[in-house]
């Protein structure tokens, strides 16, 4: 069954605009497993823009599920990860102007450094992902540097201007999975799924495992509820 994780951080975004103690990403992540949520993934920016650290600490001592953590290759938050131990973590780019992630870690390119952070992360007993653009280098490279997953960054699919586009997108989506699931990478995929692209993905990618949604099910929940919205995410990819 494919998993769904899914991504508290735009409560945070909520409560950090105003300095206040709410809403709780904490509550979120207990109502989104109430409605199926397989796991829940927050991302820990150098920034703390969102997610703080005591954030992770009330996640990892209150959910039921495994915890998520998305996290840039950088000393401090890997210190901080190899300390609070979450089931798993999923090593992303990172700039401090953009306004979410813009695109997938060059792991051909930085090898070695991404290469010695899985290796910090796995010593510490924790499951290593790598978020990597749909191109068959960047997953041969996330093999060389020890990652036990990919997630395939969608964005570019969901983003794109028209259909043309989307149906080329989607084309290397397929051509990354199809050379990930030749090898012992786990395939997991998120970034800009929502209720209206999501079905269409599932159904060109079937290697897929799990699914990482944060925005679209959030915007969802400002209107019907964090365990509607959930619910009725967990029921298209269960379809």
């Not at 997938?104 to 930085?110: E, K, M, Q, R, S």
């Amino acid at each position: 069954m494919i998993r769904l994780g899914v991504n508290v951080d735009h409560v945070a975004t909520l409560r950090q605009a105003r300095g206040t103690t709410y809403p709780d990403p904490v509550a979120a992540a207990l109502d989104a497993i109430r409605a199926g949520a397989d796991q829940i993934t927050v991302h820990l920016r150098e920034d703390r823009r969102h997610i703080q650290d005591a954030d992770i600490t009330r996640l990892i001592d209150t959910i039921d599920v495994p915890l998520n953590l998305e996290m840039a290759a950088a000393e401090e938050i890997i210190a901080i990860a190899c300390r609070v131990k979450p089931a798993s973590a999923t090593l992303v780019p990172e700039r401090r102007e953009e306004l979410t992630t813009e695109g997938g870690l060059d792991v051909a390119g930085n090898q070695k450094a991404i290469g010695d952070a899985v290796g910090r992360l796995k010593e510490a007993g924790i499951r290593v992902s790598l978020f990597i653009d749909p191109e068959c280098a960047q997953v041969d490279a996330s093999v060389e540097a020890g990652a036990d997953a990919i997630e395939l960054h969608t964005g570019a699919y969901c983003d794109a201007p028209d259909a043309r586009a989307a149906a080329a997108e989607l084309e290397r989506l397929r051509i990354a999975t199809q050379h990930a699931a030749k090898g012992t990478l786990e395939i997991c995929a998120g970034h800009g799924l929502n209720l209206d692209n999501t079905a269409t993905v599932i159904e060109a990618l079937p290697e897929v495992v799990e699914y990482n949604i944060g925005h679209a099910i959030i915007a969802r929940a400002v209107i019907v509820g964090m365990e509607q919205a959930v619910g009725e995410m967990k029921r298209l990819l269960v379809r």
